[in-house]
């Protein structure tokens, strides 16, 4: 186990020249629940009008799953997909190894807005409920 955890903390990816981008979600499916990540796309939708997710590896399966939740419950649109594949040196064994990356840009609907103000209305009504 200290192997893994050694490795994965020399793992470093040397494709990083847009990682400042203020409305990227880097989606890990090991780190957060699948929910947290919808959730999270929304409140960057709210304040940038799109969101890009994006994930390396084992993860992409997460970030088709997100957008396909958010396009399906009428939150999003999708604007574009790419795909490619990035080098990462793995430190621990000294080489270059190849990962599949995708990046899904989702664009907020013509509904969303009424749809984020119904769930939160539905929340407050949760929560006055709870408190009563």
Sequence with gaps: MEEIT???Q??????????????RIQVSN????LFFYVNLAKRYMQQHSDVELSALGMAIATVVTIA???KNSGFAIEKKIMTST???KDESRGRVIQKAKIEIVLGKTDKFDELMAAAEEE????NGEEQS
């Design 6 to 8: 050694e490795a994965v």
């Design 10 to 23: 020399n793992i470093t990816i040397t494709n990083s020249n847009d990682s400042q981008k203020k409305n």
């Design 30 to 33: 090991t780190k957060k629940p």
């Design 68 to 70: 396909e939740i958010l």
């Design 86 to 88: 990035v080098d990462i």
């Design 123 to 126: 929340r407050e009504l949760a």
